[in-house]
Nanobody, 124 residues
């Protein structure tokens, strides 16, 4: 069974940092693009960041560019999201996702595998 387990969420003050991790198992995830989505209360899930199968390409939502960094360690089957200069509007449940492609995609339907999510709360 495919399993994605996120960790690293929590409560942080505005301007602070958090690092999310996602441990993947049950599939050769190194062959597929991976990413992060988030869902704030009362809003739809939105794309945050994605990384290609090789780690050579990344993409970010405009709202997080320059503040968030996505990376992966294929040997450990682990995905990361370093979040700096956090803002209250970053408050959401963050989901680790695996794509059905090798290249970066941003559409939600391109990601068939989802973790359970980890809560990130940024206080003002």
């Amino acid at each position: 069974q495919v399993q994605l387990v996120e960790s690293g969420g929590g409560l942080v003050q505005a301007g602070g940092s958090l690092r999310l991790s996602c441990a993947a198992s049950g599939r050769t995830f190194s062959s597929y693009a991976m990413g992060w989505f988030r869902q704030a209360p009362g809003k739809e899930r939105e794309f945050v960041a994605a990384i290609s199968w090789s780690g050579g390409s990344t993409d970010y939502a405009d709202s997080v560019k320059g503040r968030f960094t996505i990376s992966r360690d294929s040997a450990k089957n682990t995905l990361y999201l370093q979040m700096n200069s956090l803002k209250p509007e970053d408050t959401a449940v963050y989901y680790c996702v695996v794509a059905s492609t090798r290249v970066i995609v941003t559409a939600i339907y391109e990601y068939p595998y989802w973790g359970q999510g980890t809560q990130v709360t940024v206080s003002s």
